[in-house]
């Protein structure tokens, strides 16, 4: 088909994208998909098998999902009364609110540098998207999202809790002011995907805000390839939200691997222990290295700026080291690296490539 027709049949706001952008790592160290890097132990691994193996793969979920959320809600601490819906990670959640608050001339709104899906499932819904700039140290500008707010009124908020690619961790009391000066016109969606990594939540003030919902997933967490993410907030306004959520979305593999693996969520939060404590190390390897800018993370990455750090991003990948270069998603990030914290062997491979990387004095 010639572009001619295609621009005939698919939306402008289409044919201006650009495709999620996922690059080949066979052989690499694996540095830029902010993964958790530990499997599963051996004798977890023989349990989890024989148990799938008994799947029906003949038959569809069960559609109501009703054991995995309890399981969820027990071990991942859904406050009791608040409605779980599921998804096919938090991008098929945040597409579902897009199709739900679809209304004409309808707005989405979040600080930017942020994940680039809140942007992008916006446009797929026909949603505008209005992006408000971090301050330069990448903590939430209050002034300017209040501003936003009452020029825009955006039917969805999106606000990470820590933030995808800073690490920030925004302040509390200023995201419960957003959330009030919100009110009844829009949806927050407090988006807490590295919440294992930073140890605080708004999941326990669900009960404080009708406007709240508070977005997860086990991607981080050491289930990235089963792709299962979670959502929870006013039954009310889940009620709606479910109505646009395809049927049997969650696999019964997934289904099975989730319930098997967070009844037994110790050997995850062991780990997330783990990472937190070989993040704080490499933090600080990296604040000894000269030229190097480490900004403050509460996530299972770390941002860093470099002088050229297009440069420094091609030698690491010379050298078998994947990481990610942020440095033309915003013009904040100008120079930024994003790097994903491993396991101590693997963080070693990262600093010795970097410090061979760097450019000599």
């Known amino acids: 088909m010639s572009s001619s027709n295609i621009t005939n049949i698919i939306r402008p706001e289409i044919t201006s994208l650009s495709a999620y952008h996922v690059p080949e790592s066979a052989g690499y160290v694996k540095l830029d998909a902010m993964e958790n890097p530990f499997v599963l132990p051996e004798e977890m691994q023989q349990e989890l098998g024989q148990h799938l193996a008994q799947v029906a793969m003949n038959r569809y979920p069960v559609p109501s999902y009703s054991s995995l959320k309890h399981i969820i809600a027990e071990k991942l601490g859904v406050p009791a009364g608040h409605d779980i819906i599921v998804g096919n990670g938090s991008d098929e959640l945040i597409a579902m609110m897009s199709v739900a608050c679809a209304k004409p001339g309808a707005k989405v709104l979040a600080?930017?540098?942020?994940?680039?899906?809140?942007?992008?499932?916006?446009?797929?819904?026909?949603?505008?998207?209005?992006?408000v700039p971090l301050h330069a140290d990448f903590t939430l500008d209050k002034v300017a999202m209040l501003a936003a707010i009452v020029e825009h009124q955006p039917a969805i908020i999106y606000l990470a809790y820590p933030n995808?690619?800073?690490?920030?961790?925004?302040?509390?009391?200023?995201?419960?002011?957003i959330l009030r000066a919100v009110g009844n016109t829009g949806v927050v969606v407090v988006d807490e995907a590295y919440q294992p990594f930073a140890q605080t939540s708004f999941m326990s003030r669900l009960a404080e805000f009708d406007n709240l919902v508070v977005m997860r997933t086990v991607s981080k967490l050491g289930l990235a390839g089963?792709?299962?993410?979670?959502?929870?907030?006013?039954?009310?306004?889940?009620a709606e939200f479910e109505k646009v959520r395809p049927p049997y979305n969650i696999n019964v593999l997934t289904q099975a691997a989730a319930e098997f693996v967070l009844q037994r969520v110790e050997?995850?939060?062991?780990?997330?222990?783990?990472?937190?404590?070989?993040?704080d190390k490499l933090s600080t390897a990296l604040r000894a290295t000269p030229g190097v800018e480490v900004f403050p993370s509460s996530a299972n990455f770390l941002l860093i700026r470099v002088a050229n750090a297009e440069q420094v991003f091609a030698k690491l990948l010379n050298h078998k080291i994947l990481v990610k270069n942020v440095g033309k998603m915003h013009t904040?990030?100008?120079?930024?690296?994003?790097?994903?914290?491993?396991?101590?062997?693997?963080n070693a491979l990262f600093l010795a490539a970097f410090a061979a990387s760097m450019p000599s004095k």
């Open 267 to 279: 050997v995850l939060d062991a780990q997330a222990a783990e990472l937190r404590a070989q993040r």
């Open 226 to 238: 089963i792709r299962l993410g979670y959502m929870a907030g006013n039954n009310a306004l889940m």
């Open 111 to 131: 600080p930017l540098p942020g994940f680039v899906m809140y942007a992008m499932s916006a446009k797929f819904a026909g949603l505008e998207f209005v992006g």
């Open 164 to 177: 995808n690619p800073t690490g920030t961790l925004y302040d509390a009391d200023d995201m419960a002011e």
């Open 332 to 346: 904040l990030l100008e120079n930024c690296l994003r790097i994903t914290v491993s396991t101590q062997e693997e």
